[in-house]
């Protein structure tokens, strides 16, 4: 099972970060895209810890042993958790025109979104 959800948290970033995030951005004007921005991007997070939580339940009914198995559910639950919690400080320095720290925090929330789309390619391959 462990691959079915490892294969949508996949499917899940890919479609939210190359399709509709650039596709709003088009189309949008800058006011609007950060409306429906800071309305998307967290139920994105939480969608990913959900099926982190997911994954990490169905290896404890499957009595799973694989270790790396174990350790890629935990980062999809605290990775992008951690991005979720990152958003009232990212969105705070936008609206206070801190540029450094908005880079800081999208950088961090960017790095922990990637990191969390690799370890569940990896499912394939372990």
Known sequence: ?????????????????????????????????????????????????????????????????SVVHYTIAGITIAFPAICYALIPMTNRATDTGDKSRFDLLHKSSVALTVVTLFTNIAVAFV
């Open 1 to 65: 099972m462990m691959e079915y959800f490892s294969g949508m948290v996949v499917g899940f970033i890919v479609l939210k970060t190359s399709l509709i995030a650039p596709t709003l951005f088009k189309m949008l004007g800058v006011e609007q895209f950060g409306v429906v921005i800071r309305a998307l991007w967290p139920k994105f997070f939480v969608a990913l810890t959900i099926l982190g939580v997911v994954s990490m339940t169905s290896l404890v009914v499957e009595s799973s042993d």
